[in-house]
């Protein structure tokens, strides 16, 4: 309809009526619809056996395999299973795992560290992670040993620099820092992070485990347990480096 010169014209328009080929076409579309769709439904109730096994074989061999991997490695021993394939990181990433300490560990030199979770064979409910940091030398290993050492902890005879605390051992062996804590303190647990932590012992020797800064303190009365080392920074001084802080039992018992 058109309004021309103040009258209205209406105006027809013919519809087109699709052809024959035309209602084929359309035809065949949807019936490919319809099977592609009855297809994507029965599929779902089946599976491909192929696809469990590429599950379960990754699983199956890491439970068999070794803990860590090169420098790193250790026995298994017998309590423990792998529970996850182990983490590696650099200077460059290590503050992905130990976020707010990495710069305690990057000042002292650290190199490198290998990280795994293990749990106990009987039940996968009780599990711990082992630590191993390659700090390149001796010094620099026990620097971070004494910077993080914890107030409750008990001197173990494992290295020189050892001690256990109720979920953790923490040792220096040579270049290496390790760490090895367990949420919940099993018996079993510990026995057998303890049987790792000999193993590692075993298979990287501490070699001459000594400190030379520390021989310069009087040895009667000193409290070997709080000796430490900063290698950079030390109490807050930027270019204070090297600093051996140790405690001495100033007070001593005379003869009355």
Same mark, same amino acid.
């Given at each position: 309809?058109?309004?021309?010169?103040?009258?209205?014209?209406?105006?027809?328009?013919?519809?087109?009526?699709?052809?024959?080929?035309?209602?084929?076409?359309?035809?065949?579309?949807?019936?490919?619809?319809?099977?592609?769709?009855?297809?994507?439904?029965?599929?779902?109730?089946?599976? #491909?056996?192929?696809?469990?096994?590429?599950?379960?074989?990754?699983? !199956? !061999?890491?439970? !068999?395999?070794?803990?860590?991997?090169?420098?790193?490695? %250790?026995?298994?021993?017998?309590?423990?299973?792998?529970?996850?394939?182990?983490?590696?990181?650099?200077?460059?990433?290590?503050? #992905?795992?130990?976020?707010?300490?990495?710069?305690?560990?990057?000042? !002292?030199?650290?190199?490198?560290?290998? /990280?795994?979770?293990?749990?106990?064979?009987?039940? #996968?409910?009780?599990?711990?992670?082992?630590?191993?940091?390659?700090?390149?030398?001796?010094?620099? %290993?026990?620097? $971070?040993?004494?910077?993080?050492?914890?107030?409750?902890?008990?001197?173990?005879?494992?290295?020189?620099?050892?001690y256990q605390t109720d979920n953790?051992?923490?040792?220096?062996?040579?270049?290496?820092?390790?760490?090895?804590?367990?949420?919940?303190?099993?018996?079993?647990?510990?026995?057998?992070?303890?049987?790792?932590?000999?193993?590692? $012992?075993?298979?990287?020797?501490?070699g001459p485990s000594v400190i030379?800064?520390?021989?310069?303190?009087?040895?009667?009365?000193?409290?070997?347990?709080?000796?430490?080392?900063?290698?950079?920074?030390?109490?807050?001084?930027?270019?204070?480096?090297?600093? /051996?802080?140790?405690?001495?039992?100033?007070?001593? /018992?005379?003869?009355?």
């Open positions: 309809m058109t309004y021309d010169s103040g009258e209205w014209t209406v105006m027809s328009q013919t519809s087109h009526k699709p052809g024959r080929s035309e209602q084929f076409i359309g035809f065949s579309i949807l019936l490919c619809l319809a099977t592609i769709t009855a297809g994507i439904w029965l599929r779902q109730f089946s599976f #491909n056996p192929a696809v469990l096994a590429i599950a379960v074989e990754p699983a !199956a !061999a890491m439970t !068999a395999s070794a803990p860590m991997t090169g420098e790193t490695s %250790a026995e298994l021993p017998s309590e423990l299973a792998v529970l996850s394939a182990p983490e590696n990181f650099g200077p460059d990433d290590v503050y #992905n795992k130990i976020d707010g300490k990495a710069d305690l560990y990057l000042t !002292a030199g650290f190199v490198h560290l290998t /990280c795994q979770r293990f749990a106990l064979k009987a039940t #996968n409910d009780d599990w711990m992670e082992w630590f191993v940091y390659d700090m390149g030398a001796l010094p620099q %290993a026990f620097s $971070v040993f004494s910077l993080q050492r914890r107030t409750e902890g008990q001197s173990i005879g494992l290295t020189p620099f050892a953790a051992i923490y040792f220096v062996s040579g270049r290496y820092y390790v760490e090895a804590v367990t949420a919940m303190p099993v018996p079993t647990m510990m026995t057998g992070m303890m049987a790792m932590a000999r193993a590692f $012992v075993a298979a990287h020797p501490p030379p800064e520390l021989k310069l303190f009087p040895q009667e009365y000193r409290e070997t347990d709080n000796d430490g080392l900063q290698m950079a920074d030390a109490f807050g001084f930027d270019g204070f480096t090297n600093v /051996c802080p140790a405690s001495q039992r100033t007070s001593k /018992c005379l003869p009355i």
